[in-house]
């Protein structure tokens, strides 16, 4: 078995000993004689799975029992539709903050509901850094406000999130998990599950009870939360085996020390790239300094011509998913919680040598 460093912004790598549990599970799940996707979701031993899997976030991540935990379909995407749907006052309005692409889009269908406002927008900045508190206005009418916590294609994140008058909405699906926050400080975080919880194809949102009140009766059930509040998660069939998977990443994470110990783990992942992108004009990382990714780092090299040959070689010596997403183009590398130090250690020596050849 060779497994390579995968520095793939999502779906990403996942901890090797999930996926050895996965595996060792896949056919006779704890005596079932079945695989876990092939049981009923309202069977007794599903229910122990999907339970596990909910308290596992509310205990990493502290959730009071003011919020609930849903596990929905449709990513992270579907979320940018019924966020607003649910939210979205009749007759009212949405403060938005754009700070780059996931910002873009969630806008976008936020647009189709109602009114949204852009309270700030790096657009002529390239979106290379999030804005500071001092920038923010909001709106007295806004029925919340909406950041995406960490941009996953710019490599940019707010370091402190802003404090709002209404309810704070955060799109954290290139680093929940990633470091300890306070979940009482927002009204709702979402999350795709590719990066830190698991496969693709999942949504996690954390929402506090009362946000779910307010849906017109013009929205269909479905896409109601409270629809999925009732019938916790199980509404309609969920993919059973996302949930699973996520429950066992909840797991590990648990065994390896918490949020504490991966915020501090992946710190340090990022502090040792930024050394090394910092030391050399040769380099040419993107984001501001202020507002860097500790999930996704971003850069360039001298010209195209460089960056492909940078790419190419980085996949010879076992390291792939480097190429910058295919708007902005670049380098970047994406160091979720599952990515070993030893990936960022061996990615750092090859850059070396690289720019050594190179430069
Ligand atoms: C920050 C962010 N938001 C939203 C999405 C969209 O997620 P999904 O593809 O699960 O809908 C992504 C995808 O990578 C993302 O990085």
Not at 23 to 43: A, N
Not at 212 to 227: G, I, K, M, Q, S
Not at 237 to 245: K, L
Request: net charge neutral; with cysteine; charged share 25%.
């Amino acid at each position: 078995m060779a497994r390579i460093f995968n520095f793939s912004a999502g779906p990403a790598v996942l901890p090797l000993p999930v996926l050895e549990q996965a595996r060792s599970e896949m056919l006779d799940f704890q005596g079932s004689g079945m695989s876990i996707m092939e049981m009923s979701h309202r069977g007794k031993t599903y229910d122990a799975v999907i339970k596990g899997a909910e308290a596992g976030l509310r205990r990493l991540m502290n959730i009071s029992g003011e919020y609930s935990v849903l596990f929905l379909p449709g990513g992270a995407s579907q979320q940018f539709a019924m966020i607003p749907l649910n939210l979205l006052r009749p007759g009212g309005s949405a403060d938005y903050v754009n700070t780059g692409s996931w910002s873009g889009k969630a806008i976008k269908e936020a647009k189709i509901v109602g009114k949204v406002n852009v309270v700030w927008d790096g657009k002529d900045e390239n979106y290379l850094r999030a804005p500071e508190a001092a920038e923010l206005s909001f709106s007295p009418d806004a029925s919340y406000v909406h950041i995406c916590s960490n941009e996953t294609i710019g490599g940019i994140r707010f370091r402190e999130y802003p404090r709002t008058p209404a309810p704070l909405v955060a799109d954290m699906s290139s680093d929940i998990m990633s470091r300890a926050i306070d979940v009482d400080g927002f009204g709702l975080i979402y999350a795709g599950a590719q990066k830190n919880l698991g496969p693709s194809g999942l949504a996690v949102v954390i929402l506090r009870k009362e946000q779910a009140e307010r849906v017109p009766d013009t929205v269909n059930l479905f896409f109601r939360y409270a629809t999925h509040m009732k019938e916790p998660s199980l509404y309609n069939t969920p993919n059973t085996w996302a949930v699973y998977i996520l429950k066992l990443i909840a797991e590990w994470t648990e065994r390896e020390g918490g949020l504490p110990a991966m915020q501090k783990r992946n710190e340090e992942k990022a502090a040792l790239l930024y050394r090394e992108l910092d030391s050399d004009a040769f380099w040419k990382p993107c984001a501001a300094k202020k507002s860097r990714s500790i999930m996704n780092v971003t850069w360039r090299l001298g010209g195209e011509e460089l960056e492909t040959r940078f790419v190419k070689e980085a996949r010879e010596a076992g390291m792939d998913g480097l190429k910058g997403h295919r708007s902005v183009g670049g380098i970047r590398a994406s160091i979720y919680n599952a990515f070993p130090v030893e990936g960022v250690e061996a990615l750092v020596e090859f850059m070396k040598e690289f720019k050594r050849k190179n430069g």
